[in-house]
C-alpha cells in the first residue's frame, strides 16, 4: 500500500511489546486510513462552515448569536448555539473561549427575565420579547436539555454549567401548576421530558437533594396513571422516554427507595412501546398507535427512545432490551431505509435518526448498522460527494445546525473521540478499535505540528455518573484514558519508549509532521 505524503500511525493496546508490532496489520491501518477520510473531511467542512457562516452570524453589538435571524430559546438557543459550540470545542478552541462563550455571557445579560429565567430578545431594537408564562417555562426547559446539557457533556463545570443550575433551580421557583404532589412547571409532557433529562444530570454532577426531589415529583405525577405510556414517539413527546430510564438510573445508582417502585412501571411502559409502536423491523412510528401513512409513519426519533430502553438493561444488569435494539440495528440495511424520508427528506430528520443510531452503535455494535450511518451521513448529511474547497456548506438555522450536530458526532466515531488541535483544513484524523486497542491515522499533505487530544471518560469525570449510562444529548465516549494511569509511547522504528499518564494524553500527545514522512508509535496502558 502507498501512503499519502505523511502519516502517522498510532497503536494503543494491552499487550506485550512484542505483540503490539505484530498486530499492526495492513488491514487494521487501511481501515484506520478509511476513517481518516471520512473525519478529515467532515471536520475540515465543519471548520469551514464554522469561520465562513456560523461566527460570521455572531452580532457585533450584543454578542449573540441570531442564527435564524432571531434570538430566542425555543431554536436559537437551543439547537443552534449548542452546535455552535460543539464545532468550535472540536476545530477551534480559541474560537469557544472567544466569541462563542461571550454568547453565554451575552445571553444572560440582556435576557433573563423571571429570576434567571430567559426570555427571547429583538437583537436589532434592543428590547426583551416576553411570552406568556408557560411559553417562557416551554423555551427555557428547551434551552437547558438540548443546549446548555449537550455543551456541559462536553466542557464539564465550565460557565454553561452554571447557566443550567441558574434555570433550572428559577423554573421550580416560579413552578405554578398545583398536582397532588406538588408544584410543578409545566403539564407539557415535552418540558417535563426535558426535565427528566437535566434534573438527574443535575443531581449526579451536584448531590443536591431538590434536584432528584423535584425529578421524582413529575415522574410521580405521570405514574399516578398505571398503565402511562407516551402516545408521541417521536420529538415533541418522546422526550419522556429516555428521561425516566435516566432518573431510574440515577435513582439505582444512589440506592434511593424509587428505584424499585418505578423500574416495573418503566419496563411495562417500555414494553407497551415494543408491542404498539414499532414496525416488523423494530423502527418506531411517529405515534403510538395512530399511522401518518407513507414515508412519514416512521419516527425519526426512535433511536433517541431505545436509548431510553439501553439506560433500563444497564439499571438492571442484565440485556433485556438487548437483542431488540441489535436487530433493529441490523434491519437498516434492507432497501426500505435507504434515504428514508425522514421528516419528509428534512436534513434535520436524517440528522436525527442518524444520531441516534450511533447512541446505540456506541453500545450495540452492530456491522450493518455502521455502514448504513457510513451511507447515509455521506448522501444527506456531510454530503461528502462535494469537493471540500467548494462544498456547499450548512446553514446556521435550527435544522441546519441539527445537521453539524451529527456530522461532529460521527467524525468522532471515526476519530474514536480523538480531537486533533489545531484543526485545519486538508488535515486527515481515523481510529479503529482492535482488541483491547487502538489504531489511530493522521494524514496531512503539508507539515503540521500540534496535539492529539485523547477523550476521557467525561461520564464519570463530568457528569457523576457511576457508569456510562446511554443518554441523549451527549457525544458518545468511544475510547477513553484515565487521568491516573501510565501509558507508554514506543516508536518500534527507534525502540525509544516514553510513558505519559492518562492525563497527559487527554491535554494533548505532541505530534510533529515533517512532509513526505511517515511514523508509527505504540502506546499501551502500563500495568498497575
Not at 486527515?428 to 483491547?436: E, S, W
Not at 510513558?499 to 505504540?522: I, N, Y
Request: aromatic fraction near 10%; glycine fraction near 8%; hydrophobic fraction near 40%.
Amino acid at each position: 500500500m502507498r501512503y499519502p505524503i505523511a502519516l502517522v500511525v498510532l497503536v494503543i493496546a494491552a499487550q506485550s511489546p512484542a505483540a503490539q508490532d505484530a498486530s499492526i496489520e495492513q488491514a487494521v491501518i487501511e481501515r484506520a486510513a478509511s476513517s481518516a477520510e471520512i473525519a478529515g473531511y467532515a471536520l475540515s467542512k465543519v471548520h469551514r462552515w464554522l469561520h465562513e457562516t456560523a461566527l460570521p452570524v455572531i452580532d457585533p453589538n450584543t454578542g449573540l448569536y441570531p442564527a435564524d435571524g432571531n434570538w430566542d430559546y425555543r431554536d436559537t438557543a437551543a439547537d443552534c448555539y449548542p452546535f455552535l459550540c460543539w464545532a468550535a470545542f472540536v476545530v477551534d478552541r480559541d474560537a469557544l473561549n472567544g466569541p462563542v462563550r461571550n454568547v453565554l455571557r451575552a445571553e444572560q445579560r440582556l435576557c433573563n427575565h423571571l429570576g434567571r429565567i430567559p426570555v427571547p430578545y429583538d437583537w436589532r431594537k434592543g428590547v426583551k420579547l416576553v411570552p406568556n408564562h408557560d411559553e417562557m417555562v416551554f423555551q427555557a426547559s428547551e434551552y437547558v436539555k438540548d443546549g446548555l446539557v449537550a455543551i456541559v457533556e462536553v466542557t464539564g463545570r465550565d460557565e454553561w454549567f452554571e447557566r443550567m443550575v441558574g434555570i433550572e433551580e428559577d423554573l421550580w421557583k416560579y413552578a405554578q401548576v398545583d398536582t397532588p404532589f406538588g408544584k410543578i412547571p409545566s403539564l407539557n409532557v415535552e418540558v417535563n421530558g426535558d426535565d427528566l433529562q437535566s434534573l438527574p444530570r443535575l443531581y449526579a454532577m451536584t448531590g443536591r437533594e431538590e434536584f432528584v426531589t423535584w425529578a421524582e415529583r413529575l415522574a410521580d405525577y405521570y405514574f399516578a396513571r398505571q398503565d402511562f405510556v407516551p402516545e408521541r414517539l417521536r420529538d415533541h413527546g418522546c422526550e419522556i422516554i429516555g428521561g425516566l430510564g435516566l432518573l431510574l438510573a440515577v435513582e439505582k445508582q444512589n440506592k434511593r427507595p424509587k428505584a424499585a417502585e418505578y423500574e416495573p412501571r418503566i419496563k411495562r411502559m417500555y414494553d407497551a412501546i415494543l408491542a404498539k409502536g414499532c414496525n416488523e423491523d423494530g423502527l418506531m412510528y411517529n405515534h403510538l398507535t395512530r399511522r401518518d401513512g407513507g414515508n412519514g409513519a416512521l419516527s425519526d426519533g426512535w433511536g433517541y427512545n431505545y436509548v431510553g430502553y439501553l439506560c433500563y438493561d444497564r439499571v438492571v444488569g442484565r440485556p433485556v432490551y438487548r437483542e431488540q435494539v441489535r436487530r433493529t440495528l441490523g434491519n437498516l440495511m434492507k432497501p426500505a431505509y435507504e434515504n428514508y424520508a425522514w421528516e419528509g427528506a428534512s436534513i434535520d430528520g436524517f440528522a436525527d435518526s442518524l444520531e441516534g443510531a450511533m447512541y446505540l452503535l456506541n453500545r450495540v455494535p452492530v456491522e450493518e448498522g455502521f455502514r448504513w450511518v457510513d451511507r447515509e451521513m455521506a448522501r444527506s448529511v456531510t454530503r461528502s460527494h462535494e469537493p471540500l474547497a467548494t462544498a456547499r456548506l450548512w446553514g446556521t438555522m435550527k435544522l441546519e445546525s441539527n445537521g453539524v450536530r451529527t456530522v461532529l458526532m460521527h467524525a468522532l466515531m471515526h476519530t474514536q473521540g480523538v480531537i486533533a488541535r489545531p484543526w485545519r483544513q486538508g488535515l486527515k484524523l481515523g481510529a479503529v478499535r482492535t482488541g483491547d486497542g487502538l489504531v489511530l491515522v493522521l494524514k496531512s499533505d503539508k507539515p503540521w505540528s500540534g496535539t492529539l487530544c485523547f477523550d476521557v471518560p467525561r461520564h464519570k469525570k463530568y457528569m457523576g455518573f457511576a457508569e456510562d449510562y446511554p443518554r441523549m444529548n451527549t457525544l458518545p465516549e468511544w475510547f477513553t484514558v484515565e487521568d491516573a494511569r501510565q501509558y507508554a509511547v514506543r516508536d518500534p522504528e527507534s525502540s525509544t519508549q516514553t510513558t505519559h499518564t492518562g492525563r497527559q494524553l487527554s491535554e494533548g500527545l505532541d505530534v510533529t509532521l515533517p512532509a513526505g514522512t511517515q511514523k508509527c508509535l505504540v502506546l499501551r496502558p502500563r500495568d498497575p
